[in-house]
C-alpha cells in the first residue's frame, strides 16, 4: 500500500461520482489529502467474509469487483461493483464484519478513504447522506437493513424551504397528532347528548366507536339539521339512527395529499386516521379539510375542482396534461411514486365521474336514457390498483345488477355498452390508450351482470391458463369508481372469496411468480429484451415489478387481507399482520415504489408506457437501486417458494 502523494487527481476522481459529489469541494480534497492507494491484480481479495472492517472506505477508481456470498456450503455471487462504487460501507456503519468476500476480477486500482472523518460529513450534507441511506437500504442481498441518523434543524440550514420541499420532508404523509382528545360517543348515547358535547367543544362532527374504539359512523352539524330540525328524528332517539355509516378511513403514514382529493371527491368534512387504513381498527386522530392542508403542503387540489366543472374534451385533455406536468415534477423531485398514484387516481376517478355524468345526459337529450337499473362502473389493473399515472391503456369494466330475464339483460347491456363506448371515446380524447387487451367497459366481455361474473369466478380452477387467467387477475384488482356501489362489491367479494378458497390456483400462481426469469444473467449483467429484430432495453415491468406485484397480491389473498387495491397497500397489510414478512415487505414494498417512479418518468421522457428502460439511460444511485432490487424480487420470490412448498423449484 502505497502512501497518497496525488490528492488532486484522486480529488478529481472522486468528484465525478456520489456521494462525493454531493459534499463541499474542500471536504472532498481533505479526504484526497489522507486516502491511500491499493493496487491489485485479477485473483486476489479485497477482504474475506469475516473480516473485520477497518477503519477505511474504499473507492474503485479502476477495475471490477465481485462480492461472494458464501452460505450453507456453496458460493453465491452477489454483486458486481465496478469503477465509481464504494466498498464496504455496510460493514462500517454497523461496525460489523464483512457478511461477504470482494474478490478483484479485473486488474484494478481502490483509494481508502478515512472513515470518520467521511462519516461525519455524510452526517451533515442531506443529498450524500440520502444517497448514502438509499445504497444501505438495498444492500439486502445477505440481509440487513442500515440507517443513518435523520437530520435536525440545525443541520439543514440554507435547505429551500418552499412549499414543495416541505411536502417532500415528511408533510405528504398523515401523522396522528399525539394525545389529541377525540370526540366520541356510542352508538346508543342519545342524539341531545351527542349534540350537547359538539356544541360544548365548538366542534362540526362527533364519531361514534365501538366498544373497542373502532368507528362506526359520524354525526355532523348538517346532520342534525337535516335529521333532526327539518326531519322527524327525535333528539331523545339514539345517534345510531342518524349516524352516516361507513366512516371513510385512511391510515396513519398514508398520502395527505390523496387523503384530501377523497374528501373533495366525495364532498365530506371529515375523515378518521385509523391504525390499518379500515374500520377494523381503533381511531387514531380524525382530520378537517383544513387539517390536511396544514399536512400536505402542495396539492392539486384546483385540479379535482377543474375536472369537476369540465365540460369539452379540449379541457379535459388540457387537465390530464397538466396532471402529467405535476407528476413530472412530483417524481423528478423525490415524491413516493405510490402516493403519486393515489393521488392521480383521485383526479382521474373524477374525471370518469364526470364524463359519465355528461354522457347520460347527452343520451337522454337523444331519447335514449339509461334504464333504471344498478350498475357501477369499475376500475381494473393498474388503474385499480392505484398505480396508473401515465395515459396508457385504460382498464375498466362495467357491472348491472342480472334481472334474471336474458333478453331483459342483453337490452341493458346494449345501453349500457352504448354508454360506455362514448366515455371511452371521451377518454381516447383526452389523451388515454385504448386497452390493446380489450379490458374496456365498452368491450361486451367486460361489461356484464353480476351473475354472469360470479359465475365466472366460480369455474377458476389451477388449470385456468392463459387469457383467463389473466382475466380474473385484472379482476382481482377492480375497484369501485361510479354508480352503485353495491353491485360492485358483489362482483369484489365473489372475486375475492373465489381466490381465498382455490388452494390450486394459488399453487398455480405462486409458480408464475417463482419462475419469473431473473433480471441478470449469469456475468450479473442486465437482461434486454429484443423485439422486432432490434433491442428494446431492460422491461422493467416483466422481470422486476410483475413478481413484487403479484406476489402481494397473492401472499394477500392466502392470508385473508383483502383490505388494499394497491401494491404498496398490500405489502403494508402484509408487514402489519404476517410476522415472517415483517421485514421483508417494507423492502418490497420500496422496491416496488423505486421501479414504479423510474418506469413512470421513463414513459413521461419517452411518451409511451416506460416499459423498457435503457440500463445507460439511468443514473449510478438508479442502476445501484435496481441493481439490488433485483435482490428483493429474489427474496420475495424465496419467501412464495417456503409459502407454497415450492423448495425443489430452482
Given at each position: ?90 460493514a462500517l456503519l454497523k461496525a460489523e464484519p464483512m ?110 366507536i365501538d366498544s373497542e374504539r373502532r368507528p362506526i359512523g359520524i354525526v355532523t352539524n348538517g346532520t ?427
Amino acid at each position: 500500500m502505497a502512501a497518497n502523494v496525488i490528492p488532486e487527481r484522486i480529488a478529481e476522481a472522486l468528484r465525478r461520482f456520489p456521494p462525493f459529489s454531493m459534499l463541499p469541494e474542500a471536504d472532498v480534497r481533505a479526504l484526497a489529502a489522507e486516502a491511500t492507494v491499493r493496487v491489485m491484480v485479477a485473483g486476489e481479495r479485497v477482504w474475506k467474509q469475516g473480516d473485520a472492517p477497518g477503519n477505511e472506505l474504499l473507492f474503485l477508481a479502476r477495475g471490477r469487483v465481485e462480492y461472494v456470498w458464501q452460505v450453507e456450503e456453496r458460493s453465491e455471487l452477489v454483486d458486481v461493483r465496478d469503477v465509481g462504487d464504494v466498498l464496504g460501507l455496510t460493514a462500517l456503519l454497523k461496525a460489523e464484519p464483512m457478511r461477504v468476500t470482494a474478490q478483484v476480477v479485473e486488474d484494478s486500482v481502490l483509494f481508502g478513504l478515512p472513515w470518520l472523518p467521511l462519516k461525519a460529513l455524510l452526517e451533515v450534507h442531506d443529498a450524500a447522506r440520502n444517497y448514502a441511506r438509499r445504497h444501505l437500504f438495498w444492500a439486502t442481498r445477505v440481509g440487513g437493513v442500515v440507517a443513518l441518523p435523520e437530520p435536525t434543524e440545525d443541520t439543514i440550514a440554507g435547505r429551500a424551504k418552499n412549499i414543495l420541499q416541505a411536502h417532500l420532508d415528511g408533510a405528504q404523509t398523515i401523522q396522528p397528532r399525539p394525545g389529541v382528545n377525540i370526540l366520541t360517543c356510542t352508538p346508543e348515547d342519545s342524539i341531545h347528548s351527542a349534540a350537547s358535547l359538539m356544541a360544548a367543544r365548538r366542534l362540526p362532527s362527533i364519531l361514534v366507536i365501538d366498544s373497542e374504539r373502532r368507528p362506526i359512523g359520524i354525526v355532523t352539524n348538517g346532520t342534525l339539521v337535516q335529521e333532526v330540525v327539518v326531519g322527524s328524528v327525535s333528539k331523545d332517539d339514539p345517534v345510531k339512527r342518524i349516524m352516516v355509516s361507513p366512516v371513510v378511513t385512511v391510515s396513519a403514514g398514508s398520502s395527505a395529499t390523496a387523503a384530501l382529493l377523497v374528501m373533495l371527491r366525495r364532498r365530506i368534512g371529515q375523515v378518521c386516521v385509523t391504525a390499518d387504513g379500515t374500520t377494523n381498527s381503533p381511531v387514531l386522530d380524525i382530520c378537517s379539510e383544513k387539517d390536511l392542508l396544514a399536512q400536505s403542503g402542495h396539492h392539486p387540489a384546483g385540479l379535482l375542482r377543474e375536472f369537476r366543472n369540465a365540460r369539452s374534451p379540449a379541457r379535459f385533455r388540457e387537465l390530464c396534461d397538466d396532471v402529467e406536468k405535476i407528476a413530472r415534477s412530483y417524481l423528478e423531485a423525490g415524491v413516493s411514486a405510490i402516493f403519486l398514484g393515489q393521488m392521480c387516481a383521485e383526479l382521474y376517478d373524477e374525471m370518469v365521474q364526470r364524463l359519465l355524468v355528461l354522457t347520460a345526459e347527452e343520451l337522454a337529450e337523444a331519447g335514449t336514457p339509461l334504464p333504471k337499473v344498478s350498475w357501477a362502473w369499475m376500475s381494473v389493473g393498474s388503474d385499480g390498483r392505484r398505480e396508473q399515472i401515465l395515459r396508457t391503456d385504460m382498464d375498466n369494466a362495467l357491472v348491472f345488477a342480472s334481472s334474471g330475464v336474458t333478453d331483459q339483460d342483453e337490452q341493458t347491456r346494449k345501453a349500457l355498452l352504448g354508454l360506455a363506448s362514448r366515455v371511452v371515446a371521451k377518454l381516447v380524447d383526452a389523451g388515454f390508450a385504448r386497452c390493446q387487451g380489450g379490458v374496456m367497459a365498452s368491450n361486451p366481455r367486460w361489461c356484464r351482470t353480476t351473475s354472469e361474473w360470479i359465475e365466472e369466478m366460480e369455474s377458476l380452477n389451477a388449470h385456468t391458463d392463459g387469457d383467463e387467467l389473466l382475466r380474473a387477475l385484472v379482476l382481482y384488482d377492480m375497484r369501485f369508481v361510479a354508480g352503485d356501489a353495491v353491485v360492485a362489491d358483489i362482483v369484489r367479494k365473489s372475486v375475492i372469496d373465489s381466490f381465498a378458497r382455490n388452494n390450486e390456483l394459488q399453487h398455480r400462481l405462486a409458480e408464475l411468480i417463482v419462475d419469473t426469469a431473473p433480471p441478470l444473467n449469469f456475468f450479473g449483467r442486465w437482461v434486454v429484451e429484443k423485439l422486432g429484430g432490434r433491442q428494446e432495453g431492460f422491461d422493467i415491468k416483466q422481470r422486476g415489478m410483475a413478481p413484487l406485484r403479484d406476489a402481494a397480491r397473492l401472499l394477500t389473498i392466502h392470508h385473508g387481507l383483502t383490505q388494499r387495491h394497491s401494491t404498496g397497500g398490500r405489502w403494508d397489510e402484509l408487514r402489519r399482520n404476517v410476522p415472517r414478512l415483517h421485514e421483508l415487505a417494507p423492502l418490497a414494498r420500496d422496491s416496488y415504489d423505486v421501479l414504479l417512479r423510474l418506469r413512470t418518468l421513463n414513459g413521461l421522457r419517452r411518451g409511451d408506457s416506460g416499459r423498457y428502460i435503457d440500463p445507460a439511460s439511468l443514473t449510478k444511485l438508479e442502476r445501484a437501486q435496481v441493481a439490488n432490487i433485483f435482490d428483493v424480487v429474489r427474496m420475495v420470490q424465496d419467501s412464495v417458494k417456503l409459502e407454497f412448498s415450492l423448495a425443489h423449484r430452482a
